[in-house]
């Protein structure tokens, strides 16, 4: 017999929801246009409540099938996360700055659906897109955090990211100035020239989570 926080008493132990996903089941595959009605549904739900994005009007399925094409056709990853069968977060590298010099650095992305945080898939779906991009002879990749995010800055840090800029109230939502800062993470562990390597193609930007 249990007695419950107003006193009363009951004589069932209380079910705890059944998580929405575990880890131990969690799988991460290249998004496919299928998924862009969920990718919607994930990053509306951030476009409406919160800072992370600095979108304020919400994005159709078909808004995202472009921005996915646009990722892909640069040659660069966009992961999706899922859950059995049930797509439960997303992230993308998009290219950083069009002039060619920039063209081994990306900016990274990563969005959860809201009832999957903390279970360790944004730390696991941010490792596979850093091994993507290895493999794809990137070098560094800029994370942009609309602060404050300690989720985003925590997971940034246990990828391997350092701070290395702060911009004070470049952004204004829900009647307030927001800062951003970024996060960059650098493969130190291979060349440290990059002439012999192919960069990867370049496209138009996906948009991000603060531009
Ligand atoms: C940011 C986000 C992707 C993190 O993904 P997640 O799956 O919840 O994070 P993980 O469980 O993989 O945890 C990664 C690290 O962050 C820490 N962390 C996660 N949530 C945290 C929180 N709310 N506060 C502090 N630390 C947190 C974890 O403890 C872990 O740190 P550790 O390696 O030292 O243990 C997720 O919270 C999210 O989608 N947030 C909303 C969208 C967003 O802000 N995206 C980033 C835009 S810049």
């Known amino acids: 017999m249990l007695t419950t926080q107003e006193g009363s008493v009951s ?27 969920v990718l919607a549904r994930i990053y509306n739900h951030y476009i409406r409540n919160s800072i992370s994005t600095f979108e304020e009007v919400e994005v159709a399925g078909e808004e995202l ?23 439960v977060g997303y992230a993308y590298a998009s290219p950083w700055k069009g002039r060619s010099a920039y063209r081994f650095t990306v900016e ?16 696991r779906l941010y490792a596979e897109l850093l091994r993507e991009l290895g493999d794809r002879g990137l070098h560094s990749a800029i994370g942009g955090i609309a602060l404050p995010n300690p989720a985003s800055v925590r997971l940034h840090e246990a990828c391997g990211f350092t701070k290395v800029a702060h911009f004070e109230q470049v ?41």
């Open 108 to 123: 990274s992305t990563v969005y959860l659906d809201p009832g999957c945080r903390r279970r360790g898939i944004g730390a």
């Open 171 to 211: 952004g204004f939502k829900f009647d307030q100035w927001v800062d951003v800062g970024y996060w960059q993470w650098v493969d130190r562990a291979h060349r440290s020239t990059a002439g012999d390597v192919e960069p990867p193609g370049r496209a138009p930007s996906a948009g991000s989570q603060v531009q």
């Open 11 to 37: 004589r069932t132990a209380p079910r705890s929801p059944r998580p929405l996903c575990t880890m131990s089941e969690v799988t991460v595959r290249p998004a496919e246009s299928a998924d862009v009605g």
């Open 65 to 87: 099938e472009l921005r996915v094409a646009a990722v892909t056709s640069a040659a660069l990853p966009w992961l999706v996360a899922c859950s059995g069968e049930k797509v």
